[in-house]
């Protein structure tokens, strides 16, 4: 079945660093993928919505210079948590779909990359 | 926004009762998707219903979907310690097409 991977699957770093996370849908052509955000015991919460070539669409709350996204092709989506701090500790997990006439087929979700700031 | 609660937050119960959780989208959804995540794991997609009224089982697991595309409902017969986790449901927006996660059950199974 359709893959997504995501990487890394977890960062320790230093606050003030810009941590980036890649997001590869392996066997199939995302024109769409999600940005989500989860706390422990928490829900997921979506962040951003990322279309291959255009802009993400930013959740209400999502600082777009905090969290940059980039979509530069169907297979590749990356967000960059820029000059993070330790309130940026999170589980972050990607996902994958498809839009229009595929907008009814799952999401597919990567293995997510644990963050934490020191 | 849309908001999409799940009820009950938690459920314990004792190996071999049954289970439910009940999902509700303050929108109509296109389709509506069911995850079941394990502590430091990632969610893992279990179903998806598309159609209103629609049901679906998987062994021991029956998924449903309301008939106005509004809620929707997982329901675990005999429930076994295998089945522990927390259970999402996540909402495709006809509008936007956005998923929205639901609140999450976590269910417990005491042996």
């Known amino acids: 079945g359709a893959v997504v991977s995501q990487h890394p699957s977890r960062v320790i770093c230093k606050s003030g660093t810009s941590v980036k996370i890649e997001c590869r849908s392996l066997d199939f052509q995302a024109t769409t993928m999600f940005w989500y955000r989860q706390f422990p015991k928490q829900s997921l919460m979506l962040m951003a919505t990322s279309n291959e070539g255009s802009k993400a669409t930013y959740e209400q709350g999502v600082e777009k210079d905090k969290f940059l996204i980039n979509h530069a092709s169907l297979t590749l989506s990356t967000l960059t948590v820029t000059s993070a701090h330790p309130e940026d500790s999170s589980f972050y997990i990607c996902s994958a779909a498809g839009t229009g006439a595929f907008s009814n087929q799952p999401q597919h979700f990567g293995d997510g990359t644990r963050l934490s700031i020191l | 926004g849309q908001q999409v609660m799940q009820i009950p937050q938690y459920q314990h119960v004792q190996e071999g009762e049954d289970f439910t959780t009940y999902c509700n989208s303050s929108?109509?959804?296109?389709?509506i998707q069911w995850y079941k995540q394990r502590p430091g794991g990632h969610p893992v997609f279990l179903i998806q219903?598309?159609?209103?009224?629609e049901v679906k089982k998987q062994k021991r697991l029956t998924f449903q979907f309301g008939e106005a595309k509004k809620n929707s409902s997982l329901h675990i017969t005999a429930t076994q310690t295998t089945d522990v986790g927390t259970y999402f449901c996540a909402g495709r927006s006809q509008r936007t097409y956005k998923y929205i996660f639901g609140t999450g059950t976590r269910l417990k199974v005491l042996a």
């Open positions: 219903l598309v159609k209103s009224g």
């Open positions: 929108t109509t959804l296109s389709n």
